[in-house]
């Protein structure tokens, strides 16, 4: 798995079916040599040519007059030494000097992976992984940096962090230290990213590599709405079922940078990381630093084999959550039922409309706690408002049991209004430049989490409501992101360390209330999908995926989400219409069948809705019941991308491949179209399956290579969910419905 060859001065990393190379040359300096297909191990010093470059400063104590930083692909590239491209770290001397030489000094290979303090990791043990630990030094700082690669062995993945430690005695200022770098000897890739806004999420967008730098980044204190941690290079003629694609992401939730830079001979770097904007790390004599784990992927099977080895990650090596492979609850959600305007008169008749629906769980919003009646004031005031629930939650609990429900409850604990308790009592709580007015965001400011008093109130104000109450689930929600960058509890010198800190601060918390209340499942929201990453799905096995409700608009953004994240990953609600975020008209059954297969609920009122859609709520909880296990164990496809055009397909099969259900959505009707065709994927190929709604039997070759035709679909947003289940009898003379 990962082999250090003496005589070659290489280290070769195998995964499932790729390996990556590297080497330290005489000077001890480790360059980047390969990450491709599968190869022996063998001595790649061969491919380096060393032309003489004009303006290409040479390395003083190489034997070879033309070794230039400048030229080579380093595999961790300090400033300094005539490397001209973006440094993966970069560190200043008490001297002002930013200078740093890295040079190797041994390496150590262990079965399984170490857990990383205090950030969110990936886990997994000795039959599961191997982890490389690779000293450098710089002798002149006194600074030891170790760089983490943990291989894993049954999928195609390689995960990095590094590790800074000041060994000398002066104070050290960190200004940039990437997760990983990446170097390739070609830029003959597009770029894949997810951007967008608020109700408007990870929309995939694929463009041409050029000159220069491209970075995706988050300034926002959150990995935000508008650009995911998340980048792909993919071949021009990479499409969903083949083709080669690198995929990196992060287990972090601050701000983060993946940058890509094209040089001047067309090479490739890319690198991962906390974004160095606004970012300074003191590291006094003796301080590590720790980085968050990059992960990157390599798959020649196309898009959904990248997206296939995000999702397994996600099961098997992310989240100590017992949830994260366990039935979901189907929740029915208050916010767009009732909004702020509830009591528990009303709240209860909500409560008995869902028994007998197949809704286990009901969770209470916004609105429940202080003198919250609208968003302007009470948050950091976390405490039930009797008014408006003069039992306080026990009534709305008792009524959840009395209808066989659970209960679950919304928080936005890092929030605090200034027309609040918490704010009267400790204006300096909040994140603020000294003398300067903090700005605004839903009327709300941010709760400074790099002050351990901040974190221990923030712990203790969710502790006691959930050691007060049964509550099974909570949506833990952040409804803006952070400006106006200050702390009363840092010096001058460390203000720039504020949004890391915030970010250690929030993991603190998390892990202390997951793992005081395991039996709860926290479910991460942030206007919707604003924090939608690795490093929140670590501690909550699921996200809000967006604000937006809208059947049409969730095909495009549960599409899109899918290249990193799995449906596991994904909540999805089915709800009223007109839709309260679009005003669209969608047939209840493509609600139901854009959120089938994802952690499914409802966000609507059962009293205002028809006996029909009432029956059909019945249907679809029974549905999701019965394909739950090819969300949380399946395999999702992508077919069809909404990205192109009028057409929206995906596709799960279950693990053993026994069963699959199929989405397809055509969303604006046109007169006398042509036939769709359908080619599945990851079916058995000999085996032969029954396609429910069609009533049509056949072996799973076919369907994966001719396909089958969609039937003749009437109005706008219409849909249709297949269902495909293995047929033990002979096969039939096939005639397909119409
Ligand atoms: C955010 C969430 C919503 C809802 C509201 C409540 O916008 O994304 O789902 O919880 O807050 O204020």
Redesign the pocket.
Known sequence: MICFNEQMQSFFLHSRSSTYVMKVIENGQLLHLYWGDRIPECDLSYIHLFYNRSFSPVLYDASELCYSLDTLSAEYPAFGYGDYHTPAFTIQAPNGSRICDLRYTGHMITPGKPDIQGLPHLRADENEADTLALFLRDDLLDLEVTLFYTVFKDLDVISRYAVIKNRSSQELSLLQAASCCLEFDHSDFQLIDLHGSQCRERQAERTPLHHGIHSIESRRGASGHQLSPFAAFARPDTGEQHGEVYGISLIYSGNFRISAEVDQFDRLRVQAGINPFNFRWALGSGDSFTTPEAIMVRSTAGLNGMSQNFHALYRQHLSPSRYTKAPRPIVINS?EASYFDFDEEKLKALIASCEGLGIDTFVL??GWFGHRDN?TSSLGDWVVNTKKLPNGLSGIIEACKRHHMEFGL?FEPEMVSPDSDLYRRHPDWCIHAPGRIPSQSRNQLVLDLSRQEVQDFMAEAVSSILREYDIRYV?W?M?RNITDLGSEGLPADRQAELSHRYILGLYAVLEHLTTAFPHVLFEG????GGRFDFGMLYYMPQT?TS?NSDAVDRLKIQYGTSYLFPPAAMAAHVSACPNHQTGRMTPFETRGNVALGFCFGYELNPLHLSPEETEAIKRQTARYKEFEPLMLEGRFYRLCSPFLGNECCWQQVSSDGSLSIVLYARVLATCNPPVPRIQLAGLLPNALYRIDELDLILPGEVLMNVGFSIPWLWGDFSTMLFTLRKYEGLPEKQTQKE
């Open positions: 916010w919003d916004d968003d919304w949506k929600d409804n929201c942030s206007g919707g809000w604000d």
